[in-house]
């Protein structure tokens, strides 16, 4: 895709909601409190909601191993990103990779769900910061 990076952005955003409607409340609230989207700020609240989502669906599963569909979507979404600009990579490399690794500190099984290109920016935040 093309564009500048906070159109990028707000691209990504408008994915990741239709992706995953729970992430609705999170822009919703985002934009009420900031008048605009600040990228890095947003990505970060998404990526606490994700883990949040993740594991309110994995206790709805009673321990089910299936990956419910919505958690699909949104890393493939955050996969595309990561080739789309290093603006993109690095929003996304930061903000969500890093927040979802310091928040995941119980669900040990998020680096199998993830897609090479953010399994690669996860070993290298895991060589960083250490394990989860």
Known sequence: MTGNYQDQAERLFDQLVAAAPGFQEVVREHIEDND???PY???ADISRAF???LRSS???SAGSD???????RVLAIFEDALTES???HDLVGLSFVEAVH????TLDHIPALLPPGLKAEWITT????GGA
Not at 102 to 105: F, I, L, S, Y
Not at 126 to 129: Q, T
């Open 51 to 53: 883990v949040r989502l």
């Open 66 to 72: 299936a990956v419910p569909a919505w958690v699909t």
């Open 102 to 105: 310091t928040e995941a500190v």
């Open 126 to 129: 895991e060589s960083y910061y």
């Open 41 to 43: 700020v947003l990505l």
């Open 36 to 38: 605009e989207i600040i």
């Open 86 to 88: 290093q603006d993109m």
């Open 58 to 60: 994995r206790a709805d």
